[in-house]
C-alpha cells in the first residue's frame, strides 16, 4: 500500500523549538544523533579482515579502476552505527502498525529460521535440479496450499511483488486475449477507489484506463460498470474486499456481467488476509489475483520490501502462465524454465530465477503453522478487530461507512474534524507523539481525508483498547482548541516534521562532500 | 494458535461492544454461496517443533552450496558475509517496519537508503541512485524502458553477451509496454557487434560487463556510437563484486547503469530475494523508476530524510506514473548496505581482487585438464568448452558431490552452445576445491 499526498500539505507549518531541557552536547538520551557513514572518517578503514593477494591484474590492464571512493567501519562501529540508526525507526514489534492496507502483523521468528537453513538459503538457483528437491518441494506445496485457499487451478509463483503480480496477471490476460483473436480489446476498467498500482500496471501494459464509479455505499457502481462492459474491455481490475475496508456485495453479478462482455476479472489480492479461510476468490469467478505472501502470508515488510505476488490463474488463463514452474516426474520434481512444446503458450519471464524463494519458504511455515483452522481464525479475528476499532471510535470520528460492518480495516473520513483546523495529517502525526504509527491516510480517493486503520489479527484486546484510548483521547483534544499539540506534531519523535517541498524542489540523493540541505 | 492473541472471551466482549451477535455476522457482506462453511481441505494447525522438522527435512533434500565443491555462478553469486548484517537485518526495528511513508518515526530506514544511494553511485561511477528494484533482471527491464521515456524512440538492442534472463524478463516487460526489443545472438565476445546495429531508431544498447561468459569489457566505444546516434546505454553487471575492481559503467561513459547486488550482503536464497541496483546521469533523474530518497530538514531545521519525488510515481500519478513499481528491496538493500560499509571502498577492492586471482587459479586448472577456456578477459567467471553435453557433465559431477557450474544451455537452450560450461569462483573457493573439479574434469 502506498501513501497518497495530493491535498495533503508537504511543508511544516512552523518551526517551534521543543520547549524545556536541553542537554549540553545536543544528546538526547537514549537516541544517539549519527551521522552518515560519508562522515565518520573511515576512508581508509575497513571491517573485514581478507587474506593478502600476492597476484595482481594485470592480465585486465587498461580495464581497472583506481580505486573505490567510500569509507568503511570496523566492526564496532558498524554495529553501533546501524544499532543507532535502528531505533529511530517505528516497528510492528514495539508497536500497532495500524496501516490501512499494508497489513502490518506480527512476523514469526521461526519463519526467519527456516529462511536461513543452508539448504534454502545456501542454495544456487542454477544448482542440478537433482540437488534442489528439497526446495522445489516446498515451492509445489506453498503452490497447493494458495490454490487450495483461493479455490484457483494454477499459480505463477515467479512475481516479486503484488505490482509485479499485477503485472504477470495482466500479461496472462493480455495473452489470452490475443490467443483468441480478441486482441483488439484496449480498455481496463478500475474502481475509482483502486490502489494507485492497478491503473499505473494498465498503462503500462499499453491499455487505456477507465474508472468505474462508486456507489453510495462504497461499492462498484453495477449500472456504471454495466454501461461501460463493452466489446473493447479486456479487464477489470477490482479490490475485494476493497480499498474501503467493504467486501463487494455484488461480486458475482461483477464476475457475471465482465465475463458475459467477454472481459477478464483480475482481483487486487492485497487485501486477501481479510478472508482467508472463508472464502474463496475462485468461488467468486476471479480469474487471476495476486497474493502478496508479505500481507496475508506475514513475510516481514522489511522497511519497504522485499515482497512476493505469486498470482493465482483460472483455468482459462493457465496455459499463458509465464516459466518457471513446477512439475512433477519420473525423476522427482522438474523445473520447467523455458516455454516449449505443449506450454509454448507462457508469455514470457517476470524475472531471473525462479521468485522470492526466500519469501516462500517463510510463508509455507507461517500457513503450516496456522492450518486449514488457523488460518480461518486469522481472517476472523483482523475482522473481528478492525469492526472493534470502528464500533468504539464511532462516537467521536466519523466512519465514511457506518452502516454494516467492514472487513478488515475500518475507514474515517475528516468530517469529524471540521471546523477544528486539524487536519487528517496532524492528526496522524499527532498519533506518533502517543507512541503509535499513524493509519494510511488520504487514501482511498474517494473519501475526504481518508484515515484507513488496519489493526490485523495479531493485535491483543489490550493493544487495541490502549490504541482506541489514545485516538479518544486525541480527538476529544481536536475538538477541545488544543490545536499546537496537532500543528507542531510530532513533538517526540527523533525529527520534527519533515520539508519535502524542499527535498523536491532540490533533490539531493547522494551525499556530496561540499555541502547539503541543512 | 500462539499468534492469535485474542481469547474466547475477549472475543465474546468485543462482539458486544460491536453490537453483533457471532463473528459471521461480520461476513454478512460476503454473498451465502460463497462462504465456506467450514475450514479448508488442508492439515490443520501445527506446533513451531513440527513446523521446524518438515522445514529442516525439506532443506536437507537440497544439496547446499557449502557441502562441497562448488562453482555455480551466471547471475547469483556466492560469497561470505559477515555475521554482523544478518544480525542487524533482524533487528526488529529494520526486520518489521514499513515502506517509510512517516518520515519522522522512519529515520533509521531513510538514512540507510540514503547511504545506498551513495554507495550505489560511487560504485557504478554514477551521479545518483534510487533506493533498488527487485533484482537485477528487472531493473534492467525498468531501464530499457526509462530509455524510451527519455529518447522517445522504441527500439532497444540487447547485446548477445546479455543474461539470457535478463534479456527474456527484459523482452516480456519492454514488450508488454510497447518496445521493440532486438536480441543479439549469444556468442562469447558479442559486445562489439551492437555498434553496428543502432541507429536513429535506437532508444538504447544493453551491454553486461562482466557478461554472462564471464567476458570483462570496456564498453567506452560502444558509448560513443550510442550518444553519435543519440542512443543511451545500458551497462548492467550481474555481480557487484567486480565493482572493485573493473572500471565503472559511469567511467566508459554508460548513461544507466543496472545490476544486481545479491553478491553483497545476500545470500543466494535460490534465486531471490535479490536487490536490484539502479544508477544514472543526473540529468536523467525525473525519469528514473522506483523510491528515491532525498535530503531535507525537518521543522527545527535539523537535516533528515524522505522518500521524495514522488510524482512520478503511481499512488500520485496513477496510469501515467513512470512505472508500476511500489515496493524495492529495502531489506536486501539494508543487508548491501552494512556490507558495504564493513568493506569499505579498501575492503571492496581487496576482496575482487582476492576472487579474480581464485579466478585466475581456476582458469589455470581447467586449462590443465585439458578444456578449452573460451573467456578472454575476465572478473571470476570463465566459459569453457566441453567434450558433449555441458549439462550431462554437471549432473554427472554433481553425482560425484561437486557443483560444477552453471550449463549454458540451461539458460537458453535454443542458443546452440550446449557445451559452454560456466564456472565460477570466489572468495569461498578453495585450492582443494580447484583441485577436486579439475580432476573431476579430467576423468570425466
Redesign the interface.
Same mark, same amino acid.
Given at each position: 500500500m502506498t501513501m497518497q499526498t495530493i491535498g495533503r500539505p508537504t511543508r511544516p507549518e512552523g518551526s517551534t523549538e521543543a520547549a524545556g531541557f536541553q542537554s549540553l552536547t545536543g544528546g538526547r538520551g537514549l537516541l544517539q544523533d549519527e551521522p552518515l557513514i560519508f562522515e565518520l572518517g573511515g576512508w581508509t578503514k575497513t571491517g573485514v579482515d581478507l587474506p593478502e593477494v600476492a597476484e595482481d591484474a594485470s592480465d585486465l590492464a587498461g580495464l581497472t579502476r583506481a580505486g573505490v571512493d567510500l569509507p568503511g567501519l570496523s566492526e564496532p562501529e558498524a554495529m553501533r552505527h546501524y544499532v543507532r540508526l535502528s531505533q529511530k525507526n517505528h516497528a510492528i514489534d514495539l508497536a500497532l502498525y495500524p496501516l490501512g492496507s499494508c497489513t502490518m502483523k506480527h512476523n514469526p521468528r521461526l519463519n526467519e529460521k527456516a529462511a536461513r537453513l543452508a539448504g534454502f538459503a545456501d542454495l544456487h538457483p542454477l544448482a542440478p535440479v537433482s540437488t534442489t528437491q528439497g526446495a522445489l518441494a516446498l515451492m509445489d506445496r506453498l503452490a497447493h496450499w494458495l490454490k487450495t485457499l483461493t479455490g484457483m487451478p494454477a499459480v505463477a509463483l515467479s512475481p516479486k511483488a503484488g505490482a509485479h503480480g499485477e503485472l504477470c496477471g495482466l500479461l496472462c490476460i493480455k495473452a489470452a486475449h490475443e490467443a483468441a483473436g480478441q486482441g483488439h480489446r484496449r480498455t481496463v476498467l478500475v474502481p475509482t477507489s483502486a490502489h494507485g498500482t492497478n491503473p499505473a500496471t494498465a498503462a503500462f501494459v499499453g491499455y487505456s484506463v477507465q474508472e468505474i464509479a462508486q456507489t453510495e455505499d462504497g461499492r462498484v457502481d453495477l449500472a456504471d460498470l454495466e454501461a461501460k462492459l463493452g466489446p473493447d474491455v479486456a479487464a477489470i481490475m477490482v479490490t475485494n474486499p476493497n480499498t474501503c475496508g467493504l467486501f463487494e456485495r455484488d461480486i458475482i453479478e461483477i464476475s457475471k456481467l465482465t465475463h458475459a462482455a467477454g472481459a477478464y476479472f483480475y482481483c487486487d489480492g492485497a487485501n486477501f488476509n481479510a478472508i482467508v479461510g472463508r472464502v474463496r476468490p475462485g468461488d467468486l469467478g476471479v480469474d487471476a489475483m495476486h497474493i502478496n505472501l508479505h500481507k496475508t502470508f506475514s513475510t516481514p515488510h522489511g522497511g519497504g520490501g522485499p515482497g512476493a505476488g505469486p498470482v493465482v490463474l483460472s483455468a482459462a488463463l493457465a496455459p499463458f502462465a509465464p516459466a518457471p514452474w513446477v512439475v512433477g516426474g519420473a525423476n522427482g520434481l522438474q523445473l520447467v524454465e523455458e516455454a516449449a512444446g505443449d506450454a509454448a503458450q507462457a508469455f514470457g519471464r517476470m524475472s531471473a530465477f525462479h521468485g522470492q524463494m526466500g519469501m516462500f519458504v517463510r510463508a509455507y511455515a507461517y500457513m503450516r503453522s496456522h492450518g486449514s483452522d488457523g488460518l480461518r481464525q486469522v481472517a476472523e479475528d483482523a475482522v473481528l478487530n478492525a469492526n472493534y476499532i470502528k464500533a468504539r471510535l464511532s462516537d467521536v470520528m466519523t466512519p465514511a461507512f457506518p452502516d454494516g460492518p467492514c472487513m478488515h480495516e475500518a475507514l474515517f473520513d475528516d468530517a469529524w474534524l471540521d471546523g477544528t483546523g486539524v487536519t487528517t495529517l496532524d492528526f496522524a502525526k499527532a498519533m506518533i507523539d502517543e507512541g503509535f504509527h499513524p493509519m494510511t491516510m488520504y487514501f482511498p480517493l474517494v473519501v475526504h481525508g481518508a484515515m484507513l486503520i488496519e489493526p490485523t489479527e495479531t493485535e491483543s484486546k489490550r493493544e487495541l483498547d490502549r490504541f482506541c484510548d489514545a485516538l479518544r483521547a486525541l480527538a476529544a483534544a481536536a475538538k477541545g482548541n488544543d490545536k499546537d499539540r496537532f500543528k507542531g506534531a510530532p513533538h517526540l519523535a527523533p525529527l520534527r516534521r519533515l520539508d519535502e517541498t524542499l527535498a523536491a524542489r532540490k533533490p539531493r540523493l547522494t551525499w556530496r562532500a561540499d555541502s547539503s540541505a541543512s | 494458535?500462539?499468534?492469535?492473541? =485474542?481469547t474466547s472471551d475477549?472475543?465474546a466482549?468485543? =462482539?458486544g461492544?460491536?453490537?453483533?451477535p457471532d463473528?459471521d455476522?461480520?461476513?454478512?457482506?460476503? @454473498?451465502r !454461496?460463497?462462504?465456506?462453511p467450514?475450514?479448508?481441505?488442508? @492439515?490443520?494447525?501445527?506446533?513451531?517443533l513440527?513446523?521446524?522438522r518438515?522445514?529442516?527435512?525439506?532443506?536437507?533434500?537440497?544439496?547446499?552450496?557449502?557441502?562441497g565443491p562448488?562453482f555455480?555462478g551466471?547471475?547469483?553469486y556466492?560469497h561470505h558475509v559477515?555475521a554482523?548484517v544478518?544480525?542487524?537485518?533482524?533487528? $526488529?526495528?529494520?526486520?518489521?517496519?514499513?515502506?517509510?511513508?512517516?518520515?519522522?518515526?522512519?529515520?533509521?530506514?531513510l538514512? /540507510?537508503l540514503? %547511504?545506498f544511494?551513495?554507495?550505489v553511485?560511487?560504485?557504478t561511477?554514477l551521479?545518483?541512485?534510487n533506493?533498488?528494484m527487485?533484482?537485477? $533482471?528487472?531493473a534492467c527491464a525498468e531501464a530499457v524502458m526509462m530509455a524510451q521515456r527519455v529518447t522517445r524512440r522504441e527500439k532497444a538492442i540487447l547485446s548477445g553477451g546479455l543474461?539470457p534472463?535478463?534479456a527474456?524478463?527484459t523482452?516480456?516487460?519492454a514488450?508488454? %509496454?510497447?518496445m521493440e526489443i532486438v536480441r543479439q545472438t549469444a556468442a562469447i565476445d558479442a559486445e562489439a557487434a551492437v555498434i553496428d546495429a543502432i541507429d536513429e531508431h535506437t532508444a538504447c544498447v544493453v551491454v553486461q560487463t562482466p557478461n554472462v561468459f564471464g567476458v /570483462?569489457?570496456?564498453v567506452t566505444k560502444i558509448a560513443e556510437a550510442a550518444h553519435a546516434k543519440g542512443a543511451l546505454l545500458i551497462v548492467v553487471t550481474t555481480e557487484a563484486v567486480s565493482?572493485?575492481?573493473?572500471? $565503472?559503467p559511469g567511467?566508459m561513459g554508460a548513461d544507466i547503469a543496472v545490476a544486481?547486488g545479491q553478491s553483497i550482503g545476500n545470500?543466494?536464497?535460490?534465486?531471490?530475494?535479490y536487490?536490484g541496483l539502479f544508477a544514472c546521469r543526473e540529468k536523467l533523474?525525473r525519469q528514473m523508476p522506483g523510491?528515491?530518497?532525498?535530503?531535507? /530538514?525537518?521543522?527545527?531545521?535539523?537535516?533528515?530524510?524522505?522518500l521524495?519525488?514522488?510524482?512520478r %510515481?503511481?499512488?500520485?500519478?496513477?496510469?501515467?506514473?513512470t $512505472?508500476?513499481?511500489?515496493?524495492?528491496?529495502?531489506?536486501?538493500a539494508?543487508a548491501f548496505t552494512?556490507h558495504?560499509?564493513?568493506?569499505?571502498?579498501?575492503?571492496?577492492?581487496?576482496?575482487a581482487?582476492?576472487n579474480?586471482?581464485k579466478a585466475?587459479e581456476l582458469k589455470a586448472a581447467v586449462d590443465g585438464a585439458g578444456l578449452e577456456v573460451l573467456t578472454p578477459?575476465f572478473?571470476n567467471e570463465i566459459a569453457v568448452r566441453v567434450k558433449g553435453s555441458a549439462a550431462a557433465l554437471?549432473?554427472a559431477l554433481? !553425482?560425484q558431490g561437486i557443483?560444477a557450474g /552453471?550449463p549454458y544451455s540451461?539458460?537458453?537452450?535454443?542458443a546452440g552452445l550446449d557445451d559452454v560450461l560456466l564456472l565460477c569462483a570466489t572468495?569461498t573457493t578453495t585450492s582443494e576445491d580447484i583441485a577436486a573439479l579439475a580432476a573431476a574434469l579430467k576423468a570425466a
Open positions: - | 494458535m500462539r499468534y492469535l492473541p =485474542l475477549d472475543r466482549q468485543m =462482539l461492544v460491536i453490537g453483533a463473528v455476522a461480520l461476513f454478512a457482506d460476503v @454473498p !454461496a460463497a462462504r465456506l467450514g475450514p479448508v481441505d488442508l @492439515p490443520a494447525h501445527a506446533g513451531e513440527e513446523v521446524e518438515e522445514l529442516t527435512a525439506l532443506s536437507a533434500m537440497n544439496r547446499a552450496a557449502g557441502a562448488f555455480c551466471a547471475g547469483a556466492r559477515p554482523t544478518d544480525h542487524i537485518i533482524q533487528r $526488529s526495528e529494520f526486520l518489521t517496519s514499513y515502506t517509510p511513508y512517516q518520515p519522522e518515526i522512519a529515520q533509521g530506514t538514512q /540507510v540514503f %547511504e544511494q551513495t554507495q553511485a560511487a560504485l561511477g551521479e545518483v541512485a533506493a533498488s527487485y533484482d537485477g $533482471s528487472t543474461h534472463h535478463y527474456a524478463t523482452q516480456t516487460i514488450h508488454a %509496454e510497447g /570483462v569489457t570496456d565493482f572493485g575492481l573493473l572500471k $565503472s567511467e544486481e545470500a543466494l536464497n535460490y534465486g531471490g530475494p536487490v533523474m523510491r528515491l530518497c532525498g535530503e531535507t /530538514v525537518d521543522a527545527d531545521g535539523r537535516r533528515g530524510y524522505v521524495t519525488l514522488s510524482t %510515481e503511481q499512488h500520485i500519478r496513477r496510469e501515467k506514473a $512505472s508500476n513499481i511500489c515496493t524495492n528491496s529495502g531489506l536486501c539494508l552494512i558495504m560499509t564493513l568493506l569499505g571502498g579498501t575492503g571492496l577492492a581487496e576482496l581482487k582476492i579474480h586471482a585466475r578477459r572478473f554437471v549432473e554433481a !553425482a557443483l /552453471v540451461r539458460l537458453d537452450p535454443h572468495e
